[in-house]
């Protein structure tokens, strides 16, 4: 079981809006910045959103990320086949001492 | 751009100890600002952190294999090594070496190796 928590999936159609959720607690998320990471089949994650909620150069903006509490959003607009992938949060835990955390990964699949 | 890359046996037995090596080009490895970890993904699974480690090479883990596993650096070389001990089919998984920032986001990844371990 994860520490973080992700619905296992989302579907949407092309163009339209999605959001994956990621929630955690106040050892984590709600005392951490969170990043998100997209995986395509058979390659390495890569980072899509930082500090909760910065995008690193070459992201497009159609990726955006938010926190509230001991919860973070991973929104996507515009959807494109291309978007189709695994997607998971990630941030630090420090209830007994520093450990990274990820959510389980959700599966996005654009119909 | 700096680039990582994995290196070791793809097939490990059970109860031998599990070797990697990440090889960092591109940039010093020795840089204050950062951290170098591992991360592992079972097949089919999610993403499992095993430990990280600063460039003055003091390093911690993952609660789940602390008992097991040491990260060390070799700056000369430029490259950071992962040993798990006592390994088993549980520990069969895609390993990714990776630069964090100290308590913060993974921006740089191998591109990861696949250990399977079994007799």
């Known amino acids: 079981q994860s520490v973080l928590t992700q619905p296992p999936s989302v579907s949407a159609a092309p163009g339209q809006k999605v959001t994956i959720s990621c929630s955690g607690s106040?050892?984590?998320?709600?005392?951490?910045?969170v990043s998100w990471y997209q995986q395509l089949p058979g390659t390495a994650p890569k980072l899509l959103i930082y500090?909760?909620?910065k995008r690193p150069s070459g992201i497009p903006d159609r990726f955006s990320g938010s926190k509230s509490d001991t919860s973070a959003t991973l929104a996507i607009t515009g959807l494109q086949t291309g978007d189709e992938a695994d997607y998971y949060c990630?941030?630090?835990?420090?209830?007994?001492?520093?450990?990274?955390?990820f959510g389980g990964g959700t599966k996005l699949t654009v119909l | 751009q700096l680039q990582l890359q994995e290196s070791g046996p793809g097939l490990v037995k059970p109860s031998e100890t599990l070797s990697l090596t990440c090889t960092v080009s591109?940039?010093?490895?020795?840089?204050?600002?950062?951290?170098w970890g591992w991360i592992r993904q079972p097949p089919g699974k999610g993403l499992e952190w095993i430990g990280s480690?600063?460039?003055?090479?003091?390093?911690y883990y993952s609660p789940a294999v602390k008992s097991r596993v040491t990260i060390s650096v070799d700056t000369s070389k430029n490259q950071f090594s992962l040993n798990l001990s006592s390994v088993t089919a549980a520990d069969t998984a895609v390993y990714f070496c990776?630069?964090?920032?100290?308590?913060?986001?993974?921006?740089?990844w191998g591109q990861g190796t696949l250990v399977t371990v079994s007799s």
């Open positions: 990630g941030t630090w835990d420090l209830s007994l001492s520093v450990e990274g955390v």
């Open positions: 990776a630069r964090h920032i100290s308590g913060s986001y993974w921006a740089y």
């Open positions: 500090d909760n909620n």
């Open positions: 480690m600063y460039y003055s090479g003091s390093a």
């Open positions: 106040s050892s984590n998320i709600g005392n951490n910045y």
């Open positions: 591109g940039a010093s490895i020795s840089g204050s600002r950062y951290c």
